[in-house]
């Protein structure tokens, strides 16, 4: 070709185009997971919110409820629901992390990159390994407070966490893909904060057992082999309160959560108690991420193609 | 692919959104090292056209080409072949202009050892060289612009594709810009723009006038004048008027629209 275009601008590289397998090209993963991070690292004010909300829920919420809920299981309140504020934090930073595609498909950077030759299952990839990323930061603030409420972890329960933290953050910033693409605008936050995260996490038994409920002082201590026994049958003792089962349609919302199997592994790992199926905890936290994963890429392809 | 081969043709292009046609049968071709405006009122079908030839829409009708390459099977090759610059910034406002610069050259597979002389000749080219490391947030409206001009320029395009590229910006910025515009014609670059300034569709090398997702003309200026305006001295805007009427165009704003609105206001950072 005798007209080079790159001689019109001075360093100009022609693009040897995109190098990828199966729609992975590394490179663009890699680049989009970085611009994430970036956005995350100079945006304080979730940072700020990270911090704020721990102190709410688990200094303030803990010790405040904790006055009149002497334990749950031999944990005090506030170790109880640090596993919960762990998760309520992934929820915000991954569904942020998502919903801001709204944004970006409009007035942002998005348009830029669909034009692009770059494979969009590459841009979606590194777009949920950087929810997941930000997660797994904003996730251990909560843990910072650990030393503080008296709870000890091990180091292999750390990791455990991280790991579950890690693929709760790539879920939650799946769905929130598909939320995205659905939307038609957004001028807030609000609703998604209202309409998703609170639901899920309210209803995820992260601030009450899944059964039992809540007693307090005033109650005659249960005798140890009484609290044995009920615990056979799958019922949790609270501090010295009779125990009772939550209303069954709170019970089946707990149950069709995904949220409460990743929240139960996690407080498996922070506090060794774990209150569902094993295996249907294992199943929710590590088979189903990558199921929403394939599942947001499509919704993606389809929100871009549909403009 | 030859020489002479033209670099845009569009043949019988359509796109329905349902009941409503956008664009409805739109033929025309682009030569290469030619600048061609499309001009035409709001909502007359610019945009969608734009978008199906930069392979971002898919036609519901019809087939265009760009460099040889078919916009629906051979949309891979398309998309190298081009650079676009979109009506509103398509920008990251939380990065610096280099880490702008530095995705796009990811994105079109820019050598990493070219990657740092890319990106430092595409500031130096849009005058930002001492702004690179700010971010974008700050930026003026003419700075955003000229910024991603350099940047659809970056991977060597043999096509430009500019949606508006002078809307909102003061009459430095614009002449600015148009200057930068200029150079690249005289190099020999294939531009497609859209507008609706006539003065810069006076200045293109052909002009085609659509209206109602239909190409109700299309020649350089002075044909168009000729054919066209009625009058010896006819200037572009009495083309324009004479073929397109002097009906008003007002549209409802859409989502897209409320939230550009939105984000003028400050959106996301109020947030």
């Given at each position: 070709m005798s007209?080079?275009?790159?001689?019109?601008l001075?360093?100009a590289?022609?693009g040897?185009g995109?190098?990828?397998w199966?729609?992975?090209?590394?490179?663009?993963?890699?680049v989009?997971?970085q611009?994430?991070m970036?956005?995350?690292w100079?945006d304080?004010s979730?940072i700020f919110?990270?911090?704020?909300?721990?102190?709410?829920?688990?200094?303030?919420?803990?010790?405040?409820l904790g006055?009149?809920?002497?334990e749950i299981e031999?944990?005090?309140?506030?170790?109880?629901?640090l596993?919960?504020?762990?998760v309520?934090n992934?929820?915000?930073a991954?569904?942020q992390?998502a919903i801001?595609?709204?944004w970006?498909?409009e007035?942002g950077l998005?348009?830029?990159?669909?034009?692009?030759?770059a494979?969009?299952?590459s841009?979606?990839l590194g777009?949920?390994?950087?929810?997941?990323?930000?997660?797994?930061?904003?996730?251990s603030?909560?843990l910072?407070?650990?030393p503080?409420?008296?709870?000890?972890l091990?180091?292999?329960?750390l990791?455990g966490?991280?790991?579950v933290?890690?693929?709760?953050?790539?879920?939650?910033?799946a769905?929130?893909?598909?939320i995205?693409s659905?939307?038609?605008?957004?001028?807030g936050?609000?609703?998604i904060s209202n309409?998703?995260?609170?639901p899920?996490y309210?209803l995820s038994?992260?601030?009450f057992?899944?059964?039992?409920v809540?007693g307090?002082?005033?109650f005659?201590?249960?005798?140890?082999?009484l609290?044995?026994?009920?615990?056979r049958i799958?019922v949790?003792?609270?501090g010295g309160g009779w125990v009772v089962?939550l209303?069954e349609w709170?019970?089946?919302?707990?149950?069709?959560n995904?949220?409460s199997?990743?929240?139960d592994?996690?407080?498996y790992?922070l506090?060794?108690?774990?209150?569902?199926?094993l295996?249907?905890?294992?199943?929710?936290?590590?088979a189903?991420?990558?199921v929403a994963?394939?599942v947001a890429?499509?919704?993606?392809?389809?929100?871009?193609?549909?403009? | 692919?030859?020489?002479?081969?033209?670099a845009?043709?569009?043949?019988?292009?359509s796109?329905?959104?349902?009941?409503?046609?956008a664009?409805?049968g739109v033929?025309?071709?682009?030569?290469?090292?030619?600048?061609f405006?499309?001009?035409?009122?709001?909502?007359?079908?610019?945009s969608?056209?734009?978008?199906?030839?930069t392979?971002?829409?898919?036609?519901?009708?019809g087939?265009?080409?760009?460099m040889?390459?078919d916009v629906v099977?051979q949309?891979y090759?398309?998309?190298?072949?081009?650079?676009?610059?979109?009506q509103?910034?398509?920008?990251?406002?939380?990065?610096?202009a280099?880490?702008?610069l530095?995705i796009?050259?990811?994105?079109?597979?820019?050598?990493?050892?070219?990657r740092r002389?890319?990106?430092?000749?595409?500031?130096?080219?849009?005058?930002?060289r001492?702004?690179?490391d700010?971010?974008v947030?700050?930026f003026s409206g003419?700075?955003?612009?000229?910024?991603e001009l350099?940047?659809a320029?970056m991977?060597?395009?043999r096509?430009?594709?500019?949606?508006?590229?002078?809307?909102?910006l003061?009459?430095?910025g614009?002449?600015h810009?148009?200057?930068r515009?200029?150079?690249?014609?005289a190099?020999?670059?294939?531009v497609?723009?859209?507008?609706h300034?006539l003065?810069?569709a006076?200045?293109?090398d052909?002009?085609?006038i659509?209206d109602?997702?239909?190409?109700?003309?299309?020649?350089?200026?002075a044909?168009?004048k000729r054919?066209h305006?009625?009058?010896?001295d006819?200037?572009?805007?009495?083309?324009?008027i004479a073929?397109?009427?002097r009906?008003?165009?007002?549209e409802l704003a859409?989502?897209?629209?409320?939230?550009v609105s939105?984000a003028?206001?400050g959106?996301?950072?109020?947030r």
């Amino acid at each position: 070709m005798s007209q080079d275009a790159s001689a019109h601008l001075p360093g100009a590289a022609p693009g040897v185009g995109v190098r990828s397998w199966a729609g992975i090209a590394p490179s663009v993963v890699l680049v989009m997971w970085q611009r994430e991070m970036r956005r995350y690292w100079r945006d304080r004010s979730q940072i700020f919110g990270g911090f704020s909300r721990t102190v709410l829920w688990l200094v303030i919420l803990g010790f405040g409820l904790g006055a009149s809920l002497r334990e749950i299981e031999g944990y005090s309140y506030a170790q109880y629901i640090l596993p919960g504020v762990i998760v309520l934090n992934v929820l915000f930073a991954s569904l942020q992390c998502a919903i801001a595609l709204v944004w970006d498909r409009e007035v942002g950077l998005l348009r830029e990159v669909v034009v692009s030759p770059a494979p969009m299952l590459s841009v979606t990839l590194g777009k949920l390994l950087g929810g997941a990323t930000i997660s797994l930061v904003q996730g251990s603030i909560p843990l910072l407070f650990a030393p503080f409420i008296g709870a000890r972890l091990s180091v292999g329960g750390l990791l455990g966490a991280w790991l579950v933290i890690f693929f709760l953050g790539i879920f939650m910033t799946a769905l929130g893909v598909i939320i995205a693409s659905r939307l038609k605008t957004f001028e807030g936050f609000g609703s998604i904060s209202n309409g998703v995260i609170q639901p899920l996490y309210f209803l995820s038994g992260a601030i009450f057992p899944l059964r039992g409920v809540i007693g307090g002082v005033g109650f005659l201590d249960i005798p140890d082999h009484l609290r044995e026994e009920l615990r056979r049958i799958g019922v949790f003792a609270i501090g010295g309160g009779w125990v009772v089962q939550l209303p069954e349609w709170i019970q089946a919302l707990v149950y069709v959560n995904p949220v409460s199997y990743q929240l139960d592994l996690l407080r498996y790992f922070l506090l060794r108690f774990q209150q569902l199926p094993l295996v249907a905890d294992l199943l929710v936290t590590f088979a189903l991420p990558p199921v929403a994963a394939v599942v947001a890429a499509w919704f993606m392809g389809r929100m871009l193609k549909q403009r | 692919m030859t020489q002479g081969a033209p670099a845009i043709v569009a043949t019988d292009l359509s796109r329905r959104f349902g009941e409503a046609e956008a664009v409805a049968g739109v033929s025309f071709e682009v030569r290469r090292g030619e600048f061609f405006a499309l001009l035409g009122p709001n909502g007359a079908g610019k945009s969608t056209t734009i978008h199906m030839l930069t392979t971002i829409l898919a036609p519901t009708g019809g087939t265009a080409e760009v460099m040889g390459f078919d916009v629906v099977r051979q949309a891979y090759d398309v998309r190298r072949q081009l650079g676009m610059v979109f009506q509103d910034p398509a920008l990251d406002e939380r990065l610096t202009a280099r880490e702008n610069l530095e995705i796009h050259a990811v994105l079109y597979g820019v050598p990493r050892r070219s990657r740092r002389a890319a990106i430092e000749g595409a500031l130096e080219w849009a005058s930002l060289r001492e702004v690179g490391d700010r971010r974008v947030r700050s930026f003026s409206g003419g700075m955003k612009r000229r910024l991603e001009l350099a940047r659809a320029l970056m991977h060597g395009p043999r096509v430009l594709f500019l949606d508006e590229p002078t809307i909102g910006l003061d009459p430095q910025g614009r002449r600015h810009l148009w200057e930068r515009i200029d150079a690249l014609r005289a190099g020999g670059m294939t531009v497609l723009m859209t507008t609706h300034n006539l003065p810069e569709a006076d200045a293109c090398d052909r002009v085609g006038i659509i209206d109602a997702g239909r190409m109700v003309a299309i020649g350089t200026p002075a044909e168009l004048k000729r054919e066209h305006g009625g009058k010896p001295d006819a200037d572009l805007e009495d083309v324009f008027i004479a073929l397109t009427g002097r009906q008003l165009r007002d549209e409802l704003a859409t989502a897209r629209d409320l939230m550009v609105s939105f984000a003028k206001q400050g959106g996301e950072h109020t947030r």
